[in-house]
């Protein structure tokens, strides 16, 4: 009995690793019973209520393409009329549903290449590793993207095999596959289509040197999968072509990207943001954090070197599969932040998230291939104490993330609480175009009051696309216009954000004698502000 545990140990941890990682899912699922939305969420639910035209035309005026909110609005078409459930619950569970797709891709098509121990792995890291448990409920495309980016390697994976196995049938299956998931990857996020580019370039670039050896060697020659890489090269294409109704709106984004655009300036240093991103865990003890993020990065530097070590010697499929995974990431990182420091910011720690997928598998990949085959304890070791410190970082930042959820579901419904207690003519001030897009979203959209209220940001512009498709957004630009409503008797609050808030205060009271009494604060998914009634 204990021998056949013994000889059966990875295939028990895989599993219990893929158990928890559902569990995972699960929370998450339970997670997405809140309304609480933060700003960049406003855009996903407002451009998914509008018409298709409107999505679409608004969309490209964005900074992202429509395929997400295309996906988002047919689930809230689907399953919000006549449920009465709140449709930003629908939105949060949307994100899980390529998670769920992800795992059925670890354990059929991964487990059965590469073990259990790497999909159960690969399962548990894609949704607790840092940085990646609040994706699961946020609404946004980024689990969208994940998963095609992730499920496009994969198949191309499979055109790889066929290559060398000399198929001479045409893979219309994955050829297939690949495109759509390329294709959709593409419609998703840019630096998803980026990481998609990466898969293709670099598959693209094995199977012309694999052809080029194979008809060099005359004890091979035609033994090969030419179809394969003719399959690739189809889809590559297949791909652009697909993409070319999008074109004038990207080039379009790129103009407005190019005049202004929120990423702050990003130089050498991005790349410690890069690596604290990927691997600091959210525990209470900073030197705990910066230990195991150190451990973490320089485990996964040495699987990237001893990946490239057998890539160069070995060549075999397996090797090849693993360093390729691994390259994504990368590749895509420098690429961004050298445009980055050459033009224009455009890349932000998040825009890793559609490659995490295939650098994960990689990852998962050199540990089920150590673990497995390795004779010398010592490495079996390490990478045992590895997968212990993914797995304790991977609970740690889950729990956090049930934590923060919870806390924010406890203060929404407070803020909500405070929502319905407003009469519709009062006067509500901001000073923070955040907060003045969610007052609006909460208070005009119908979902929590059929009144209609006026929120004025002070002293700026909300933005285009948000006050366009508000109702109810206004700009104050004197403070002298506060006075004018409170000598016509009406009631004005003012929900301050920042410390701002203070020097506004006082500004006002100096101005013309207006004083202010603190109701209390509110918190809006990530947004505190304080209510002050404004009174002469």
């Known amino acids: 009995m204990k021998e056949k545990v013994k000889g059966n140990i990875d295939k028990i941890i895989g599993m219990a690793l893929f158990i928890l990682a559902c569990f995972f899912l699960v929370r998450s699922f339970f997670l997405s019973m809140s309304t609480d939305i933060w700003y960049d969420e406003l855009f996903s639910m407002r451009f998914a209520n509008s018409s298709v035209a409107e999505l679409v035309s608004r969309t490209a005026r964005d900074v992202h393409p429509p395929l997400y909110y295309l996906i988002l609005k047919g689930f809230l078409v689907f399953f919000g009329k006549g449920t009465g459930v709140p449709l930003e619950i629908i939105a949060k569970m949307v994100s899980i549903v390529p998670l769920i797709l992800l795992f059925i891709y670890s354990m ?47 198949h191309g994976f499979n055109l790889m095999r066929d290559m060398l196995e000399g198929k001479a049938k045409w893979d219309l299956g994955n050829g297939f596959a690949l495109w759509l998931y390329g294709t959709a990857a593409a419609y998703t996020h840019y630096y998803a289509a980026l990481s998609v580019g990466i898969i293709y370039g670099i598959i693209f670039i094995w199977m012309l040197v694999t052809y080029l050896k194979n008809m060099k060697d005359p004890d091979h020659k035609g033994k090969i999968g030419a179809k394969a890489f003719a399959m690739l090269i189809i889809c590559g294409n297949l791909t652009v072509v697909s993409y070319i109704p999008w074109i004038s709106a990207l080039l379009s984004q790129v103009k407005q990207v190019s005049g202004s655009y929120w990423i702050q300036p990003v130089g050498l240093r991005s790349f410690g943001s890069v690596i604290k991103y990927l691997f600091s865990g959210y525990f209470s003890n900073s030197k705990v954090t910066v230990v195991l993020a150190v451990i973490m990065f320089l485990f996964v530097a040495a699987l990237f070197v001893l990946s490239f070590m057998k890539f160069i010697k070995e060549k075999e499929i397996e090797s090849c599969e693993q360093f390729f ?60 104490l590895f997968t212990v410190i993914v797995v304790i970082v991977g609970c740690v930042d889950f729990k956090a993330f049930i934590g923060n959820e919870e806390y924010r579901q406890v203060n929404m419904d407070k803020t909500l609480e405070f929502f319905a207690s407003l009469d519709p003519d009062t006067v509500i001030i901001s000073n923070f175009d955040h907060v003045q897009g969610l007052l609006d979203y909460y208070l005009n959209s119908g979902a929590y009051s059929e009144d209609q209220y006026g929120i004025y940001l002070y002293y700026a512009e909300p933005e285009t696309l948000v006050k366009e498709m508000g109702t109810g957004l206004y700009t104050i630009e004197d403070s002298i216009d506060i006075e004018n409503y409170l000598l016509s008797g009406k009631k004005v609050l003012f929900l301050g954000s920042f410390n701002s808030r203070e020097v506004l205060l006082e500004e006002w009271y100096n101005d013309y004698g207006i004083t202010s009494e603190n109701l209390g604060s509110y918190l809006m998914e990530r947004y505190w502000f304080d209510v002050f009634e404004l009174s002469l």
């Open 108 to 154: 059929t098509v991964i487990r059965k290449r590469f073990g259990l121990l790497t999909a159960g792995l690969f399962s548990f890291m894609v949704v607790s590793m840092p940085a990646l448990p609040e994706y699961t409920t946020e609404i946004r495309m980024y689990t969208w993207a994940l998963f095609f980016v992730t499920a496009a390697l994969l």
């Open 325 to 384: 995974a691994f390259l994504v990431l990368p590749v895509l990182v420098v690429f961004g932040i050298v445009v980055s420091i050459l033009l224009r910011p455009v890349f932000a720690n998040r825009y890793m998230i559609p490659a995490l997928g295939c650098f994960y598998l990689a990852v998962a990949i050199g540990i089920g291939e150590y673990f497995k085959n390795s004779a010398k304890k010592v490495l079996k070791i390490s990478y045992c």
